[in-house]
């Protein structure tokens, strides 16, 4: 879902191409993922095993993957990993097909917590990759964290020109929504109107927008509370910033970036032969800690050091998990959301 990565090396993009017309002689498969979100050698690995040539290319964004998807109407992908709601959006639309989950062996072994959210009930489109949340970001040594307990404390004028907010319309407006009562996901005008209303209140407070990396303002000393990633906020904490991250009481703003097989797959079979192997646990280990973000294989999560597998922050308990909320698609309201957005930060 997100413009990030921050442990891998950029060695692995000798496979990678701008963009394909995929092969049906099932010897080749086209994957297009996230920037940096698979490990050095991974897919070597699944050549070797396979037989299967993987080209594999990347994209920055969940709309350009959109794009070029729609741009190649022929298949030129055969497995992609959009994230939460563009499942939704995709499937709506007849751009993924069903997977079929008996080829799957290793589908057992995803967290059934994680498993038939709103954006795909089912599971019949995607199969979880790597999933994280947005919650408060606290330097601790700066700010107690026991005073934070909620969005609405961000709005508190002791914070003046001193938060980072994501650089995102849909969890920005979240945020503020959730704070006023209603759901991340509405399409009502008027509450999105006023979840405008309330941010314009907060504006005096934001020093930054960041979506490249939001641990690194953290890092660099340059906020001290704002919004942040979990798996950002872990990875600042194994650098030595002490980050920590607070579950506000309204929810935390939660997302999952999944497998997926285009309509148009020429090579499904590989495709499935490459989720399946991407869902094995010594796998799946080696993608979490490569991203530095949670993994939704249970026999994975066993396989983490417990310093990594018991750190609430990347794992939170199941009450945590539900009293948050999943972003769904919102449909031709996106529009509203990012014309909001960007008249928000003009403003400011």
Do not use: C
Not at 277 to 286: D, G, K
Not at 315 to 338: F, H
Request: glycine residues 6%; charged residues 25%; aromatic residues 10%.
């Amino acid at each position: 879902m997100k413009k990030w990565s921050h442990l891998l090396a950029a060695g692995m993009m000798a496979l990678s191409i701008g963009s394909a017309t995929a092969a049906d002689d099932g010897k080749t498969l086209y994957f297009y993922n996230w920037t940096e979100y698979v490990p050095p050698g991974l897919l070597d690995q699944f050549t070797k095993e396979t037989g299967i040539k993987v080209i594999y290319s990347t994209y920055e964004s969940n709309e350009s993957m959109y794009a070029k998807l729609k741009t190649y109407k022929d298949g030129a992908y055969d497995l992609v990993v959009p994230s939460t709601y563009f499942i939704a959006k995709m499937s709506k639309e007849g751009m993924l097909q069903k997977i079929d989950k008996s080829k799957l062996s290793n589908f057992k072994d995803l967290d059934p917590n994680l498993l038939n959210k709103p954006f795909d009930p089912n599971n019949d489109y995607s199969i979880p990759y790597i999933w994280g949340a947005t919650a408060i970001g606290v330097n601790s040594d700066e700010i107690d964290p026991k005073t934070i307990t909620s969005w609405a404390d961000l709005w508190k004028p002791e914070y003046k020109s001193s938060l980072l907010l994501t650089d995102d319309a849909r969890e920005v407006f979240q945020m503020a929504l959730r704070k006023l009562g209603y759901s991340g996901n509405t399409t009502n005008p008027q509450e999105i109107e006023a979840a405008y209303n309330e941010l314009k209140k907060l504006m005096p407070n934001v020093l930054a927008f960041n979506s490249d990396n939001p641990g690194n303002p953290f890092m660099e000393g340059e906020v001290n509370l704002g919004m942040v990633w979990n798996g950002s906020a872990f990875v600042a904490r194994q650098a030595g910033t002490p980050l920590e991250i607070v579950w506000p009481k309204e929810g935390g703003i939660f997302w999952m970036d999944s497998l997926a097989i285009p309509a148009n797959a020429k090579n499904v079979d590989g495709a499935l032969k490459l989720i399946n192997f991407l869902l094995r646990p010594e796998i799946a280990v080696q993608v979490a800690k490569t991203i530095g973000y949670p993994t939704p294989n249970l026999e994975a999560k066993k396989l983490l050091p417990p310093e990594i597998a018991n750190d609430k922050s990347l794992y939170p308990d199941e009450a945590v998990i539900k009293n948050g909320e999943w972003q769904n698609d919102v449909g031709d309201a996106s529009t509203l959301y990012e014309t909001q957005f960007q008249k928000l930060k003009a403003g400011r």
